[in-house]
């Protein structure tokens, strides 16, 4: 059973393994563990964002000052031209990106009520016509902005779009690639349907343009990678935040490293993008990690309406890289990261921006699938077969190690080599498989310990039914031959005692006295293995090992008669008559197990040494002694000091054995008992010798020293009758006894 039981713990350890396996191949994502992932990723992120300010990337914002100085947006391009030539003529900026797109006509109403009055009735009028066209060249707004933007290195946004039904509008920025037929498809890149983009006069004027949105966006909506290549007609157009990186040093052409795809020749695995010196780490399908390197406000933002009004300090713009966008609430541009919920877009592209030129950005290889994969098999395999062979302190330790040493290792390798490995899937399931296991050996524990007590709790202390729950593969029910010790106590003259007690009464006297003893063999570690009436029977050395098996029955046994001797006064003062017992010890080979029938089964002892057990109680009737041991449990016992009673042949055994008088331990027996010890032993061998006037000589001086001690008188008249009717040449000096 306890092997099925641990194969049961394995399967269930093997088969939770092999669902995070599945997870981690794509076989069956479990959308769980890609929760615990993205939270482990953002945990991390937190932990370890710089949190300083970057001085090399700055935020023209519409604020709420601008809204407020300038009016509501949108701006008619007079404005956006006017801020764009202080920027580069005032201000000194390296470059601008715009993180919005202009893709409608900028039409000023009063402009366009003049065009048609100078193609009308006022055609011929030369004054008109003068006027007119001192103010046309402020009217034509585009035109503004788009000259503002010529020979200047400014980035406008782009937006692609992935629906269907969308149409392209707009004018496209220049491809940064283009992909012939052998590499079109061969790198899973995004590929949108549609876009919208520039007016065409805007997007010429400009020095390159990059698209802003994300389809690389979690499902819960957080922006922890964003694309930085999208193929559109197999041409390939960077993202804003790489286009304004690559402009600043220099727009050097980007390449492409790629791998083939083991598992597909024809595919390629795209790891990075390099721009001149720069390696950037990307996935297969060109998204970046944004290296945030803090909350919002990270990075200086400068209102709008202070670089219109040339109020702004110059030396924050000089030789900066600008962004312009939004962190307005009312405009809908905020954003949700693993740092903040409400988080402006266009510092998002300032991080990225900034990664790329700090070489910065967080790389997760394509190998981390396979770092995964084997990590979860070592620990699957390790955990399953380690944790049900340990006990539940160990298995706290063992697992929180594993943890700690998988935690440190990650983030070894996110600090100090920027890589992001897998980190949620190792540490759940050494989480889970000790939780598995650790549930799973409690209850199966649990219902060990309830069997046990259904088995074992009447006759074995409670403590001992608990750590025999945590050695249950010692325990064996079925049956086996053991050396042990049994005990046999029993009241004399129980049944005249009986006759002459009321029942109610009778009842509370044995408990008076069957209490004490069971708690005595209890204590001492034993078993009770029945109640008969008044006697009471136990055993040490089973279920459990005991190698101190004889000297805990020894112990109990001498505990048991000195109880017995205190419980007569108590007996007394409640009227009750004396109680004496008898107990008889034996030490030997047993068969130990389950016995019974079908309807009925005990946890019992049997064998010979079980039998002489019973015969060495009922022999101290006989001798007029509390406690008779046999000699394999004298011997087994050297810590008691023993007067030896006689050899004896027993009913059903031909061989004689010694039995013995516990007298006490070795260290409380005085000089005086131990002389009278040696004086008998003397008396016995020359009584065994059959010289029969010594042997009467040395037990006749013992008998005038203690009258009381029927030992003496016995051999007195044993002496007696071996004169009279002397014993066979061959006699060994046993006396046979022919009733049990």
């Known amino acids: ?73 949108p701006w008619n391009r007079n404005v956006i031209a006017n801020m764009n030539n202080q920027l580069f003529d005032h201000y000194k900026i390296k470059e601008i990106g715009y993180d919005m797109v202009f893709a409608e006509e900028d039409i000023d109403a009063g402009g366009k009520l003049l065009d048609q009055m100078s193609q009308g009735p006022l055609k011929g009028d030369k004054l008109f016509q003068k006027e007119y066209q001192k103010v046309r060249s402020t009217l034509q707004r585009d035109e503004l902005f788009a000259e503002s933007l010529r020979n200047r290195k400014t980035i406008m946004g782009v937006v692609f779009l992935n629906d269907e039904t969308s149409v392209a509008k707009g004018s496209l920025p220049k491809p940064v690639a283009h992909l012939g037929d052998s590499m079109r498809g061969r790198i899973d890149f995004f590929t949108p349907k549609a876009y919208t983009s520039n007016l065409k006069i805007l997007q010429d004027s400009a020095f390159a343009g990059g698209f802003f949105d994300n389809p690389a966006l979690d499902d819960d909506g957080v922006f922890r990678r964003v694309p930085l ?10 993202s804003l935040a790489l286009a304004l990186a690559r402009t600043a040093i220099g727009s050097p052409q980007i390449e492409l490293i790629v791998e083939t795809n083991p598992e597909n020749n024809n595919e390629l695995l795209l790891e990075w993008v390099k721009i001149g010196d720069l390696h950037i780490p990307v996935d297969d399908r060109g998204n970046a990690l944004v290296p945030y390197i803090g909350k919002q406000r990270s990075f200086d933002y400068i209102s709008a309406a202070d670089v219109i009004n040339k109020t702004a300090d110059i030396n924050r713009l000089k030789d900066k890289i600008a962004l312009f966008g939004t962190s307005a609430p009312g405009l809908l541009d905020l954003r949700t990261t693993p740092l903040e919920t409400s988080f402006p877009g266009v510092e998002i592209h300032a991080n990225i921006i900034q990664g790329i030129l700090d070489q910065r950005i ?43 040493l998988i935690v440190a290792t990650n983030l070894f390798a996110w600090t100090q080599h920027n890589t992001v490995l897998p980190l949620a899937t190792p540490v759940l399931l050494t989480v889970v498989l000790f939780t598995l296991q650790m549930i799973y050996g409690f209850f199966i524990e649990s219902r060990g310990k309830r069997h046990l007590a259904h088995l074992f709790g009447q006759y074995v202390p409670p403590d001992l039914v608990n750590e025999m729950s945590k050695k249950m593969e010692e325990i064996n029910l079925d049956g086996e031959i053991k050396n042990m010790t049994v005990l046999f106590s029993d009241v004399r003259n129980f049944t005249t005692i009986s006759e002459n007690t009321e029942p109610k009464e009778l009842t509370e006297l044995i408990n008076g006295f069957l209490t004490p003893i069971t708690e005595i063999i209890h204590h001492q570690r034993g078993t009770i293995d029945k109640y008969m009436g008044d006697a009471v029977m136990a055993f040490w050395g089973a279920p459990l090992d005991d190698d101190q098996h004889a000297l805990h029955a020894m112990n109990a046994a001498m505990l048991m008669t000195e109880r017995m001797h205190n419980l007569r006064q108590e007996f007394a003062a409640r009227g009750w008559p004396e109680i004496r017992v008898g107990v008889g010890v034996n030490t030997g080979d047993m068969n130990v197990g389950n016995k019974g029938s079908e309807f009925r089964v005990d946890y019992t002892v049997l064998g010979d040494a079980v039998n002489l057990g019973s015969r060495l109680e009922g022999l101290t009737k006989i001798y007029g002694v509390d406690i008779i041991v046999g000699e394999a449990t004298k ?76 030992i003496y008188q016995i051999y007195l008249d044993r002496i007696m009758q071996h004169r009279k009717n002397p014993p066979a040449a061959d006699w060994d000096g046993s006396f046979t006894f022919t009733s049990k």
């Open 362 to 404: 967080m790389q997760k290889p394509g190998y981390t699938m396979g770092f995964e994969f084997i990590l979860l098999v070592i620990l699957g395999l390790s955990l399953t077969v380690l944790l049900p062979r340990l006990s539940a302190t160990w298995g706290v330790v063992v697992s929180f190690s594993v943890v700690s």
């Open 635 to 710: 011997y087994a016992v050297p810590e008691y000091e023993y007067r030896e009673l006689d050899l004896v042949k027993v009913k059903g055994k031909d061989e004689p054995i010694a039995i013995y008088e516990p007298i006490g331990l070795v260290e409380n027996v005085d000089k005086s008992i131990r002389q009278d010890l040696k004086r008998f032993n003397i008396g016995l061998k020359h009584y065994r010798s059959q010289h029969w006037d010594e042997a009467e000589r040395e037990i006749f001086a013992l008998s005038s020293l203690d009258k009381d001690r029927k």
């Open 1 to 73: 059973m306890r092997e099925i039981q641990r194969y049961i713990r394995y399967a269930l350890g093997l088969a939770l393994t092999l669902m995070f396996l599945l997870h981690v191949g794509d076989k069956y994502p479990l959308t769980a563990l890609t929760v615990l992932e993205n939270l482990t990723y953002d945990a991390r992120l937190k932990f370890t964002v710089p949190n300083k300010q970057d001085n090399q990337v700055i935020i023209i914002d519409i604020d709420e000052k601008s809204l407020g100085e300038i009016g509501h947006w």
């Open 229 to 238: 290549l999208q193929e559109h007609n197999g041409q390939l157009h960077e």
